[in-house]
């Protein structure tokens, strides 16, 4: 695939995001996608522009974690002409499942994702609306690995970087559109 040419479309994304102070708890300052979604032109260049650094390598799927990461991975799936895997908390999916539980910025959770979702050797990207303090992205990057497939990269629309959750990713390499230092 070509790249797609941005040059002539520039956007401040972070003018698209709407913070909401004491949410989902007091002390965290949310930042809230949404308004950005909402936008066409402003969603699709943010697509696009993460979809620009896979356009030529093979990527099978995309594995969306729930659940605005479900947008932004079957956006990014269809503009790679992969398939999209979904990871849902427990009881959300229908088939039989492997899980994790991890600790997340303001508690613990566990992800699944279907027992046959995968297979060793599949590439794969890993998508989320944002990176905080990494523990969903790992826990989502751990279950892929149990299948043998190899995660490519991890993609975002946006980074706490202040919370340095791409540092509990390391190794793993990470797209992010948009840093946040606070």
Known sequence: MDKLNLVNSTY???????????????????KDITPLLANPKAFA???DSLANKYLNEKIDYVVCVEARGF?????????????????????KLPYECNSLCYDLEYGSATLEIHKDALKKGDRVI???DVLAT???????????????????DAAFLAELSFLNGADKLKPQTINSLMKFDY
């Open 12 to 30: 401040d994304l972070k003018g698209f995001v709407r913070e909401i102070p004491d949410f989902p708890k007091k002390g965290i300052n949310f």
């Open 45 to 47: 260049f943010s697509i």
């Open 71 to 91: 947008v932004v991975g079957a956006a990014l799936a269809y503009r790679l002409g992969a398939g999209v895997i979904i990871v849902r908390k427990p009881g």
């Open 126 to 128: 890993i998508a989320d």
């Open 134 to 152: 990494g523990g969903t992205a790992l826990a989502a990057i751990n279950l892929v690995k149990e299948f043998g497939a190899e995660v490519v």
